[in-house]
């Protein structure tokens, strides 16, 4: 129990220190590579809290394809030194002093919950592929359909601004071919 | 996708196939007898060498790697003083042997002739000429030629007439 | 299991692997060359094996180079990013009953976690070396692995239904009966594609394409960072051939005159004798053919067997 809240506590503070380094990195791929990290230390505290399908989901949906997905079109941007300096100039005091007095009193109230002996240590149970999946398609039906039809939208959006209109190149056939 | 399967198989039974590679150090490559390899320098019937030095081999190398240096001997006939062939710049090109008009420089079938030193590679007179008439025995170009050396006159060479006496009536 | 037994696997596992994925290379140059009618390495010790050792000696002592137009510091991870999620993956497979790393109850799914961070070190490596052709790859190998992963996840699910477990032990004790490659013959087709696909050989090897992009993603790599990522691909080779023996073929399952690891060894050496066959006949697709192959084929396929066997599962 005790390397159990251990290694929940060392990964919260990676988590933590690593998403503190995604707003502060200049350079926009380093930022994702500490977003990476980030995520994968939220995928071993929901380790250790018990529920090891969300932690799966957790490192192939967001670590695993969004991130990729992100870096891929900043890959495409073919972002240079000017980026840099441009991010440097946006990041100044006046502009993260808000959120983070923000931050620090959330931070403030969770470490007074916890310090007041509010943490229940481990989940009761694990919560594993079979009880999300009741849970999804039990009392969630409603919410899982209306994002599947979030997506079926997302989809048809996609193919349709992605879709080429082949195009007759000729003085007399000039025409677009649907 | 049945022709990806059969491309798998095909070349699965490449497996009971001979091989092709050649072991070399202990298997010799048959080489064919025009094979362009090392240059050497060939001897008439005679044991004479054949070169005359006419600069003609030196003039065709497009890598410029043959240089001589012709001389007389008191016979008045012509052989190079020096004869060299840097082979680390040769490329074996063979317009040398197709240039040679006495069919003296040739190209044999023999291609070990790596070094560790690259000086080694400039092969010398001696080390050029061997033994032996080539590609072409029985060719001897005094023989044919109708030039005066020494022991053979105008005239002397094989199916030759005696020069004709300008200052004779006798047509 | 007590501890010691457990550090004695995890480290038998480790050093099995690390002599597997030198070993393959040897064995890869000489089936290449036997499918080629050559002899391939034969020189160095018996049959040429030493070959791998001269080979290793020469990646250790060759000059371990970073451009300096590349970012530095994630020039260095990338390597080390696909040699461990590789090794990661292992962790979850059988050898044998009681030959296993750690029996995670989330087995398969710890597997596609581990394939989907593999993929960063191509994206990265690729980025990081701030080269055209290099980048061409990552973009390639970027769209390749997102795109594979999907079925890789989706044909393996019908197993999962047919087991009822994630975990890799269950999936091939419920072999015993048949090989789950009779009922799931097309998730088998799909997954061994899209396996090839995740780890790049031959016929999909957009990302590298000698003949186009040099060498792709790794064109800036020398020396043992360039070593990082072809061990990493020879164990992908290894993970993916095990994966499928345990999956569809059995696992250690076999009849008893030889142990469970003999069988298991063998099924996966086949499965990997098929991976060099693959590369020594077929060529390799162009970019838009194997998305569209990927994406008009293989979903249709990998969602339709999902249905059926759901279908068949329920009644």
Redo the contacts between chains.
């Keep these: 129990m005790n390397t159990d809240l251990l290694i929940f506590f060392t990964s919260g503070a990676v988590a933590i220190v690593a998403t503190i380094l995604v707003i502060t990195q200049y350079n926009m791929i380093h930022a994702l590579l500490y977003l990476i990290v980030s995520f994968l230390a939220l995928a071993v505290v929901f380790y250790v809290l018990g529920a090891p399908f969300a932690a799966a989901l957790e490192v192939i949906v967001y670590a695993g394809a969004i991130v990729v997905l992100i870096i891929f079109v900043i890959m495409m941007l073919n972002l240079k030194k000017d980026a840099e300096e441009q991010e440097k100039s946006w990041l100044t005091p006046s502009v993260w002093i808000g959120p983070g007095i923000l931050c620090a009193i959330l931070m403030a109230e969770i470490l007074y919950v916890l310090l007041a002996g509010g943490f229940e240590g481990n989940a009761t149970q694990a919560v594993g592929a079979r009880e999300v999946g009741r849970s999804l398609y039990g009392p969630y039906l409603i919410a899982v359909e209306l994002s599947g039809l979030l997506l079926m939208a997302g989809t048809i959006g996609a193919y349709h601004l992605g879709r080429q209109r082949r195009k007759v190149i000729h003085r007399f056939l000039e025409m677009t071919d649907e | 996708m049945l022709s ?1 399967l059969r ?2 198989w ?3 039974l ?2 009971f ?5 050649i ?1 070399y150090p202990e298997e010799k490559p048959k080489l064919p007898a025009r094979w362009r390899g090392r240059i050497v320098l060939t001897r008439d019937p005679d044991n004479g060498e054949r070169c005359v030095a006419c600069y003609l081999c030196a003039a065709a190398c497009p890598v410029d790697c043959i240089a001589l240096q012709a001389t007389e001997d008191e016979t008045g006939r012509r052989y190079p003083e020096f004869f060299r062939i840097n082979f680390s710049r040769c490329i074996f090109c063979g317009y040398c042997e197709e240039a040679c008009p006495t069919y003296a420089i040739q190209l044999i079938p023999d291609f070990e002739m790596a070094e560790y030193n690259r000086q080694n590679l400039v092969y010398e007179k001696e080390d050029l000429l061997i033994n032996g008439q080539g590609k072409y025995p029985g060719y001897n170009y005094y023989k044919v030629a109708g030039i005066a050396i020494g022991g053979k006159d105008k005239g002397q060479a094989e199916r030759e007439s005696p020069p004709v006496d300008v200052r004779s009536l006798i047509p | 299991m007590t501890t010691g037994q457990h550090y004695i696997i995890l480290g038998g596992v480790l050093a099995a692997l690390l002599t597997i994925a030198p070993g393959l290379i040897w064995l890869e140059r000489r089936l290449l060359a036997l499918w080629q009618d050559r002899y391939g390495p034969n020189r160095a010790g018996p049959f040429g094996v030493l070959i791998v050792l001269a080979d290793t000696i020469k990646l250790f002592f060759k000059e371990d180079w970073v451009p300096p137009f590349a970012d530095r510091k994630v020039f260095i991870i990338a390597p080390a990013i696909v040699a461990i999620t590789v090794l990661m993956s292992f962790v979850i497979v059988p050898f044998a009953p009681g030959v296993i790393v750690v029996d995670l109850n989330i087995g398969i799914l710890f597997f596609l976690a581990m394939s989907s961070m593999g993929a960063y070190s191509i994206i990265l490596g690729g980025w990081a070396s701030n080269n055209k052709y290099a980048l061409l790859g990552a973009m390639r190998g970027a769209a390749q692995m997102i795109s594979y992963e999907v079925f890789m996840g989706l044909s393996l699910m019908g197993v999962v239904l047919l087991t009822g477990s994630f975990s890799l032990v269950d999936i091939v004790e419920a072999q015993r009966g048949m090989w789950f490659v009779v009922p799931q013959f097309a998730g088998f087709i799909t997954f061994l594609i899209a396996g090839i696909a995740e780890t790049h050989r031959l016929p999909f090897d957009i990302p590298e394409a000698e003949s186009e992009l040099i060498a792709g993603f790794h064109a800036e790599y020398s020396g043992m960072k360039f070593g990082m990522f072809f061990v990493g691909e020879y164990l992908g080779i290894t993970l993916i051939s095990s994966l499928v023996v345990c999956l569809f073929f059995g696992g250690w399952l076999g009849p008893a005159f030889l142990p469970p690891l003999a069988w298991f060894a063998l099924k996966t050496f086949a499965f990997i004798m098929l991976f060099i066959l693959l590369r020594a006949s077929l060529p390799r697709p162009r970019y838009d053919q194997l998305m569209a192959f990927g994406w008009k084929v293989l979903l249709p396929v990998t969602l339709l067997n999902l249905l059926i066997t759901a279908a068949i599962k329920l009644t």
């Design positions: 990806i491309t798998l095909l070349t699965f490449h497996m196939h001979k091989r092709e590679t072991l």
